[in-house]
């Protein structure tokens, strides 16, 4: 299965429920507070990926489900069922990159969720070897960012047999119940990876959300 970032852009997908917050009861008599609907989380736009040195950026709609383009590292069985949403990013080349978000019941179960993603993420190398003997992975970790509840920061190159090689990175963050997943890539390997601009686009994701 050769993983072609320039054939399906990595997406990952989320449907945000629109949670009603009910005041406290006042008085007796009193009439009770109206529902106040939380906002739904903010997406990146494409100025915000990190910059393609032969080409520009274009951003796609905010699409409901969850996208299959990722199913080769977290497994279309392996995540949870909530609603997520995604945005899908394109060059004119074959760079491309996805956000996906979704609201969790919780902050607990929003950090459950990012800790099982990031899990999936790091042993996503060895995953795709065993599912495939025509392709060698090799994952890395690229450390933690301090944005509201932290980040995540991960590389995974691969290899065919046929020659063809791509490079990803893929990210994982949270605000309170909100997770939100960037991934982004393109041909070449670890020195073709910009790890400085997406660290930054990861912060920029996870401090847009609200």
């Given at each position: ?6 054939a399906a852009?990595?997406s990952v997908v989320?449907?945000i ?11 007796a008599?009193a009439?009770?507070?109206?529902k106040?609907k939380t906002?739904a989380p ?5 100025s915000?990926?990190p ?5 520009q950026?274009t951003a ?5 489900g ?5 199913a080769y ?6 995540i949870?069922a909530y ?8 060059t004119e080349?074959d760079a491309?990159a ?8 919780s902050?607990?179960k929003?950090?459950?969720l990012?800790?099982?993603i990031n ?6 190398a060895?995953r795709i070897?065993?599912?495939?003997p025509?392709i060698?992975?090799?994952g890395r970790y690229?450390?933690s960012?301090p944005v509201e ?7 995974l190159?691969?290899?065919a047999s046929?020659g063809a090689t791509?490079?990803?990175?893929l990210?994982?963050g949270?605000?309170g ?8 890539g ?6 073709d ?15 847009k959300?609200?």
């Amino acid at each position: 299965m050769p993983l072609r970032t320039r054939a399906a852009a990595l997406s990952v997908v989320s449907v945000i429920t629109l949670a009603a917050v009910t005041s406290l009861t006042g008085p007796a008599g009193a009439a009770p507070a109206p529902k106040v609907k939380t906002a739904a989380p903010k997406f990146l736009a494409a100025s915000q990926l990190p910059p393609h040195p032969w080409s520009q950026w274009t951003a796609g709609p905010v699409t409901d489900g969850f996208p299959v383009e990722l199913a080769y590292c977290l497994g279309e069985d392996g995540i949870p069922a909530y609603d997520y949403r995604h945005r899908v990013f394109r060059t004119e080349l074959d760079a491309g990159a996805v956000q996906a978000t979704v609201v969790t019941g919780s902050a607990a179960k929003g950090k459950a969720l990012a800790a099982l993603i990031n899990k999936k993420i790091r042993s996503c190398a060895d995953r795709i070897e065993r599912s495939d003997p025509e392709i060698e992975a090799e994952g890395r970790y690229y450390g933690s960012l301090p944005v509201e509840e932290g980040a995540q920061v991960h590389g995974l190159h691969t290899r065919a047999s046929w020659g063809a090689t791509d490079i990803h990175l893929l990210s994982v963050g949270r605000d309170g119940r909100t997770v939100t997943l960037v991934s982004w890539g393109q041909m070449g390997d670890f020195g073709d990876a910009p790890v400085a601009a997406f660290k930054r686009t990861t912060t920029k994701a996870v401090d847009k959300l609200y």
